[in-house]
C-alpha cells in the first residue's frame, strides 16, 4: 500500500528533482515550457570565435555573468570588436536566443537584450544602431514607459522568449553579439 506522499518521493527518485515537469509562470496548457527541446543555432564561422553562435547576421554568445544593463554593455564591448548586447529583427533568431539560454541556464531564463527606452521618449532603441524593426513584448509591456523606473531591456521575465522593460540597474546575464561581416572586413584590414 502507497502511503502519503510516497508518489511524489518516487517520481523524485525516477526524474531527479522535478525539473522535468517544471512549468514556467506564465505559461498556460499547451504552452512551451522550459524543458522543452529547440533547435540550436550553428557554431559561428569567425576563426576565434568557435564557442560563438550565428544568428542572422551575427555571432552571439551567452554569459552567465550577472551584471547591471551598462556593465552587461561594457563586458560585450570588451570580448570583440563591435560587440554590444544583442539586438533582436525577426522570430528565428529571438528563438534562437531562447533556446541558447535554455540550454546554459535553464533555471535562470532572464537576460539582457540591447535596447533602452531614449530618455523617456516611449521609444526603444538598440545599442548596436541597427532599427527597431521587430518586438516580442509580454501582454501590457512596456508598462514604464514615460518613466525613468523601467528603461532597459529584457528577455523572458514572465513568458519565455517574451521581452519586458526591467530597471536597468538589476543584474541579469546576457547575450552579447557582433556583426560578422563588419568583423571579417576589420581582421582583413
Not at 12 to 35: D, I, P, Y
Amino acid at each position: 500500500m502507497w502511503k502519503a506522499g510516497s508518489i511524489g518521493v518516487l517520481l523524485v527518485l525516477l526524474f531527479g528533482s522535478g525539473n522535468f515537469f517544471k512549468m514556467e509562470r506564465g505559461f498556460h496548457a499547451g504552452g512551451v515550457n522550459a524543458t522543452e527541446w529547440c533547435s540550436m543555432p550553428k557554431a559561428c564561422d569567425v576563426p576565434g570565435f568557435s564557442d560563438w553562435f550565428r544568428v542572422g547576421q551575427r555571432c552571439v554568445k551567452y554569459f552567465f555573468s550577472r551584471l547591471n544593463f551598462t556593465l552587461a554593455e561594457f563586458k560585450c564591448r570588451s570580448k570583440a570588436p563591435g560587440a554590444h548586447l544583442v539586438s533582436v529583427h525577426n522570430s528565428q533568431d529571438n528563438n534562437y536566443l531562447l533556446c541558447i539560454v535554455k540550454k546554459f541556464n535553464p533555471k535562470s531564463l532572464r537576460i539582457w537584450l540591447g535596447a533602452y527606452e531614449f530618455f523617456k521618449s516611449g521609444e526603444f532603441f538598440w545599442l548596436d544602431g541597427s532599427f527597431w524593426n521587430f518586438n516580442r513584448w509580454v501582454p501590457g509591456e512596456p508598462n514604464h514607459m514615460y518613466t525613468s523606473n523601467e528603461e532597459c531591456l529584457e528577455m523572458n521575465w514572465k513568458e519565455a522568449g517574451k521581452w519586458n522593460d526591467d530597471k536597468c540597474n538589476v543584474r541579469k546575464s546576457f547575450i552579447c553579439a557582433f556583426k560578422r561581416k563588419e568583423f571579417m572586413e576589420i581582421r582583413s584590414v
